[in-house]
């Protein structure tokens, strides 16, 4: 059983990586401005997003199980306390895994934190841009509009 969760988590694993590059060239799309590939990107992300949802699911469950505890109590077993109930060798696996899905999580958290910044600085450039072009009283290149 616990060969099966140390699975079920390295898949999480892949997923997170995967999201990770999705929105590292969510990042690039929006620096070039490129609108048509930042919403397939999005709808790729929601997808992945809907897939590690499962697998931690999942993961619940078959920790659940292995302790033999509910399923609200499974969430609430951090994977060093769940690597205290395997063997060593196990044990080591999934002390491994969490530390690269927490620096995972870390860059996931700063790449949105950026996309974030980005999409609300060229939605603010844009409105500054409409308002100077819309506004009857500028002028813009000295030609009055």
Known sequence: MVDKII???????????????IVLKQQSALVKLKIAELAELSSYQ?????????????????????????R???????MSELAKYVNHEDSDKLLALRDSMKELHTKLYNGLLTNRLLANRARISFSNILSIVTNGSNQIYNVEI
């Open 72 to 78: 609200s109590e499974a969430s609430t077993i951090t």
């Open 46 to 70: 929601e997808e992945i997003s809907k897939k590690i949802r499962s697998l931690e699911l999942t993961r619940l469950n078959m920790v659940a199980s292995y302790l033999s505890i509910t």
């Open 7 to 21: 699975q079920v988590v390295e898949l999480e694993k892949t997923l997170l990586h995967e999201l990770l590059e």
